[in-house]
């Protein structure tokens, strides 16, 4: 029962790591095209609650699944990222 905490506990820090790092990558392409706004945005404010929204997504559901099938780290991200980009549109917007 130990160990399966343990995966657990590490799949879940994972998808949070991926989570955290596609809104914020989301933010920095957003920026680059924005630099006057970004410069008067909160970024941690903004890349919450893009996580939040991210996190309430079908989309965030369907890759976190594909995660836990595959394992693969790198695929989890992108697919967070490139609905992260919307979201963080959306909320400027």
Do not use: C
Request: aromatic share 8%; proline share 2%.
């Amino acid at each position: 029962m130990g160990k399966m905490t343990e995966k657990t506990d590490k799949t879940n820090d994972v998808v949070r790591n991926a989570v955290q790092k596609a809104t914020e990558q989301a933010y920095w392409d957003w920026a680059a095209v924005h630099p006057n706004l970004a410069a008067v945005i909160d970024q941690i404010v903004l890349t919450e609650r893009a996580a939040e929204s991210l996190r309430d997504s079908r989309e965030y559901h369907l890759a976190v699944a594909a995660f836990h099938q595959s394992r693969n780290e790198l695929d989890l991200f992108n697919q967070l990222l490139k609905f992260a980009g919307p979201i963080i549109n959306s909320i400027l917007m």
